[in-house]
DNA sequence: CTCCAGGTTGCGT
DNA sequence: ACGCAACATGGA
């Protein structure tokens, strides 16, 4: 019997250096995390090519800096993952170091140390989800696992279709001109709080953003650059709540992008962003009404949720996009 | 043309 | 406390 850990990651390691393989334990499937993934068309920040995942990170250079590699993640069999890394060259030359965080990337990205057994007993009772979870079988919370880009994507995609959040996402990554030139294909990386935090907002209002929205990006990506805020500091919140209120302080943060992020982000089970147009419209659509519920009727329905409230959105969701 | 998109702020009752 | 316009753009 497999279950995750490192000792496991150890056994199956595969020696040849910029290669690692992790078995996930059930319930997992790799297809339905990469058609996730794939349903988002014009995303910059990663590529899939024959069911092989291919994304640029950074990672540690072995002596206390940052250098970028790129990370290719395939299944070799549904629930056994295929993890390669190359350096900023594009060969194979990477340090141990770099593999573990490449790994450990992996991990925090399709939240691979999740036990959802419980999530899908209780979904098996629920009437909404209970028609979620077999179409979409060995689904985690794909995450965002860098906390400035899971804030900016949170921000950019407030009020506005997934559609045109993808174009100015996509327009901010190549603005700050960040990439890897691999293979004869360009990888771009999400930028830095720090790139952003120097920006003027006319420089983000040229890329159609609005004023406002610029000057919440450029705010947040301040907070961050001066260490005043951090997943770390979330993460010591006391409770999902406390750190709602800690991001919901700052300009820009309402309650759908601060539970947005401590669900994509921090990954907290029982972050809930009830006020999601998304939300409602599926469980319109499920429950089969003429109109979006109430944030009541939207509160009664998610009654039994009570710590899977992410995962129950997650799923809901895909049910729609 | 109108309405709605993975909302939030700031001002007016 | 609560309602509501403004915000930029694109797709139905």
Same mark, same amino acid.
């Given at each position: 019997m497999w279950y995750n850990g490192e000792d496991v990651t150890r056994r199956l390691a595969i020696l040849t250096g910029n290669e690692r393989k992790i078995k996930v334990p059930e319930p997992f499937r790799f297809t339905p995390n990469l058609a996730y993934l794939a349903g988002a068309a014009n995303e910059c920040l990663y590529r899939i090519r024959e069911g092989r995942l291919r994304k640029a990170l950074r990672l540690p250079d072995g002596s206390g800096g940052q250098a970028a590699g790129l990370l290719e993640l395939r299944a070799e069999d549904e629930s056994l993952l295929a993890l390669r890394l190359w350096n900023a060259a594009g060969? !194979? !030359? *990477? =340090?141990p170091e770099q593999m573990d965080a490449a790994e450990a990337y992996v991990r925090d990205w399709f939240d691979l140390s999740r036990d959802l057994a419980p999530f899908y007993a209780m979904a098996e009772r629920d009437s909404l989800l209970q028609r979620t979870i077999r179409p979409f079988y060995?689904?985690? =919370? *794909?995450?965002?696992?860098?906390l400035f880009e899971a804030l900016s994507w949170g921000i950019i995609g407030q009020q506005i279709n997934l559609a045109f959040a993808h174009t100015l996402k996509r327009r901010l990554v190549e603005a700050c001109g960040e990439y890897l030139d691999i293979g004869g294909e360009r990888h771009w990386l999400f930028p830095p709080a720090e790139r952003v935090a120097e920006l003027p907002a006319a420089a983000l209002q040229e890329l159609q953003m609005t004023g406002r929205k610029s000057e919440y990006l450029i705010g947040t990506a301040r907070l961050i650059a001066e260490g005043r805020l951090s997943k770390e500091l979330l993460a010591q919140a006391g409770s999902c709540a406390e750190a709602e209120r800690m991001l919901t302080g700052i300009r820009g943060i309402g309650p759908w992008t601060a539970n947005y992020v401590l669900m994509r982000c921090l990954r907290m089970p029982a972050a809930f962003p009830v006020g999601d147009v998304g939300l409602q419209n599926a469980v319109r659509q499920l429950a089969g009404m003429d109109r979006k519920p109430t944030q009541e009727e939207l509160y009664r329905l998610a009654a039994g949720w009570t710590g899977w409230e992410s995962y129950a959105t997650f799923y809901l969701w895909r049910m729609l996009y």
């Open positions: 060969t !194979e !030359e *990477v =340090l060995g689904l985690r =919370l *794909v995450g965002i696992p860098d």
